[in-house]
């Protein structure tokens, strides 16, 4: 009644979160009203998300924002697409409904409530008992299994609106109660009674039946929260008559299948791969010897799907395969030779994978998602012998799809595994100890990058040999952490071996090769060797588009590398000529939010406050931080330089108070990311030190740049020549104030 009084009165719209049990038929209930809205018309939009991780929110969102042409959604970057389906929600006029189907984690939310409007409400479903669901106005209502009345009257009504009332006998009350008045069992038996053209009273006793064989299948502790045994019953008895259909013998492998997947879709190709069709074919009824075509595994599939095991729609894309979670566990439990469904389900998914995935598109997310929900049911089981390759490639692309937190989360649980199941001194444990650390770094975590790379070095060394390529990543890898912590002086120690060592072993267009390079340049670069650093990355240009094409990643990153030194050369026309273009096809190759994309812009806008551009470098470094803020983090090194820049800008247009400000909480970030006596962090603070004297604020300026000055003393010696200039600068200060 809640709801259906909330559909009718504009005032009073929100958000709704439908708690209960899994089963309960929370799920089918939000359905209902997304069909009311769409029938009466009461919407203008419908939006159906899948809400069981982040990644699908945000998928979910990105999807409708390009199918209602909000301003702003371009395709090119799910997370901006997502963000402008938001802001459109809190400023249109015309009527909508947003469903959140399966929150697993509340926060997963943060940030990704539709708006409490006038014009549309939110309806959002969960098995949780958990108040932040129901915190900010959001108000929870309870859903349980059905009354018998309510189970008596979804029979009836499914029954007859088939066209099978004949089939309702004097059992159907019993049947209900049997069953526990659970929905979802309920919809297994109304669709089994439908297409055997079976009575209450027979299917009654078959669940009977059905009930004392699961004992057998089933522990006793399997239904934590006593719904699954009825599904298992009625899924044992609708696969039954599914296994006997041609081919034979394929409903139960199927649904096994689909059982280790993620509950909120996978794509509908799987079931074309070969992976699939040879586990499908080892268990045909009449024997393994006669191949599975790829029409066949289809059909088994509309079969699954015509008694309710599984909903398929085709149109849904990467998602057209659902199954309940319920009826997924229930599957599980009573599944033979789980390693063999587990193993042919990663080899499906892994066939599927593109050759490139630095977009972040429906598919690689949806094949992202399913990974780590398989990974999860198998445990152990894709650890057998040695690692499934599949649970690599979903790390690396999450790290490439610039993911950090995900990443990071991803690979320590990988890295714990490998250690556990494979152990120290395997390669594949020290490849993933190296992608774990490679996390960090993106993620800003540089010291606890250092502390697993330097380790990694000495053991790559020692169980592989220094001129093995992946003792020579590991070496590359902890000079670029050196160089992110500022130790440059080490860094360029260690590239200048890597260098010429992946050179002679490797060549020099081998891609290790060619990373070191861009490593050495960057790290000559911050030691002021501005035209050693050019040299090399004009060369990293010409030779990633010869190689790799002018739109991969590579060689947007060395023509990134490039323009920053122009910039230090003070080529800046050369250094924005590059920089535009770069932004552009960033934006268009990997979207608005990836990393990669922000330090382009980061770089553009410096380019124009040094060309005097600093109306244009302003704006974009305003949106900058806000972005870098969101994405990354406030304490992100590439967040604190981009503050750093704005900071700046504010200082070229006569802004002194927005300008220092900024500049105060850029030495706090630089003084904990870097330490009180590293040189950036003087660099800083000298810049401090100069905005104090530009407003006016002498007595300020002055003692914060007599500290620079000690500490340059300290650590450079008194003659070396940024000493020197930085006591010169305090003399004439002192000398005109």
Known sequence: MVLTQHTERRDSRGTRVLAGSGGVGKSQLAAWFAGQALQERTADLVVWVNATSLDQIITGYARAAMKVGVPGADGADTAADAVALLEWLHTTERSWLVVLDDIIDPADMAGWWPPHRRAGWTLATTRLQDATLISSGRQQIDVDVYTPAEALTYLTDRLTGARHGHLLDDQAADLATAVGH???????????????????????????????????????????????????????LALDVADTMEPAGLARAALAVAAVCDPAGHPDTLWATTPVTDYLAAHRADGPSTPVTAGQARKTLRLLHRYGLLTHTPADGARAVRIHALTARATRETTDNPAAVAHATADALLALWPNSDNANTDLIAALRENTIILADIAGDLLW????????????????????????????????????????????????????????????????????????????????????????????????????????????????????????????????????????????????????????????????????????????????????????????TGEAIAIEEQLVADSERLLGKEHPNTLEARRGLATSYRRAGRTGEAIAIEEQLVADSERLLGKEHPNTVAARRGLATSYQHARRPGEAIALQEQVVVDFTRLFGENDFQTQAVQADLAVLHWQAGQTADAITLLEKVVVDRVRLLGDEHPDTVAVAGVLRRWRAES
């Open 182 to 236: 659970l929905p979802l069992a309920l919809s297994h038996v109304a669709a089994y009674m439908i297409y055997q053209q079976e009575g209450c009273a027979a299917y009654l006793a078959r669940y009977i039946t059905g009930n004392e064989r699961l004992c057998e299948l089933m522990p006793a502790g399997a239904d934590p929260d006593a719904y699954g045994r009825p599904v298992a019953v009625t899924l044992l």
């Open 384 to 571: 057998q012998s040695d690692v499934h390759p599949l649970l690599y490639r979903t790390g690396v692309s999450l790290f490439h799809a610039g993911v950090h937190t995900s990443a990071v989360t991803y690979w320590q649980r990988l890295a714990a595994q490998a250690d556990r199941m494979l152990g120290k001194e395997n390669p594949n444990t020290l490849t993933a100890r190296a992608n774990l650390a490679a996390s960090y770094w993106q993620a800003g975590r540089t010291g606890e990058a250092i502390a697993i790379e330097e380790q990694l070095v000495a053991d790559s060394e020692r169980l592989l040999g220094k001129e093995n390529p992946n003792s020579l990543t590991a070496r590359a890898n902890l000079a670029a952490s050196y160089w992110q912590a500022g130790r440059t002086d080490e860094a360029i120690a260690i590239y200048e071996q890597v260098v010429p060592a992946c050179e002679q072993v490797l060549g020099k267009e081998h891609p290790i090769t060619t990373g070191a390079r861009s490593g050495l340049a960057t790290t000559y670069r911050q030691a002021g060797r501005t035209g050693e650093a050019i040299a090399i990355e004009e060369q990293l240009v010409a030779d990633s588009e010869r190689l790799l094409g002018k739109e991969h990643p590579n060689t947007l990153a060395a023509r990134r590398g490039l323009a920053t030194s122009y910039q230090h050369a003070r080529r």
